[in-house]
Structures are given as C-alpha cells and as structure tokens.
Nanobody
C-alpha cells in the first residue's frame, strides 16, 4: 500500500506560481509511476504530469513549458512546480501512485487562480 499526502495548494493571481508536494509512505523508487492529475467542476480528471521510477517525465500539452514535475528520493516526495498560472489551471490537484499492481490517490489540494 501507498499513502499519499499532498500540500501546497492555495489562491494565486494569474501569472503567479505555486509548488505542490506529494509525500509517499514508501520508497518512491519502488513505485512505477507517480503523477499529478487535476479535476475542475464539470470536467473529467486529467493527467497533468507524470514521473517514472527511472525519472522519465511526461506532461499534458496544456502545461508544457510552465509546469515541472520533480522528486526528492530521500524524502519520498514528488513536486509539481507550476509557473505562469492562468485561471484555466484552477482545479483540485490529486497525486497518484501506480505500483503496477494497484493505484493510489491522495486527498487532493485545491489550486485557485484568480485576480
């Protein structure tokens, strides 16, 4: 099993930045992929960014060049640095861990981009 605890959401003005954190309860190198998804009202949950155990990353087209996923292996934590935020980025952001056997989700953290 994997427990995931997210933090770092909040209210930010358009053009601003936020960094989300996702702390995992076990060694993240044993987790096949870790990623960030987001869901806004009336929309389906969508992939934002993912990082594999090998360190390979992938991003949704809508966030390429603005968001960066990274990890601190010693802290078993994955980060999502979000720059040049715009109102369309407003959503609940969820951390996900896929072990290859099961998938796990964090509780989500709200990101609101508004002036």
């Amino acid at each position: 099993q994997v427990q995931l605890v997210e933090s770092g959401g909040g209210l930010v003005q358009p053009g601003g930045s936020l960094r989300l954190s996702c702390a995992a309860s076990r060694n993240i190198l044993t987790i096949k992929t870790m990623g960030w998804y987001r869901q806004s009202p009336g929309k389906q949950r969508e992939l934002v960014a993912v990082i594999t155990s090998l360190g390979t990353t992938n991003y949704a087209d809508s966030v390429k060049g603005r968001f960066t996923i990274s990890r601190d292996i010693a802290k078993n934590t994955v980060y999502l640095q979000m720059n040049r935020l715009n109102p369309e980025d407003t959503a609940v952001y969820h951390c996900n861990a896929e072990t290859g056997v099961s998938g796990y989700w964090g509780q989500g953290t709200q990101v609101t981009v508004s002036s």
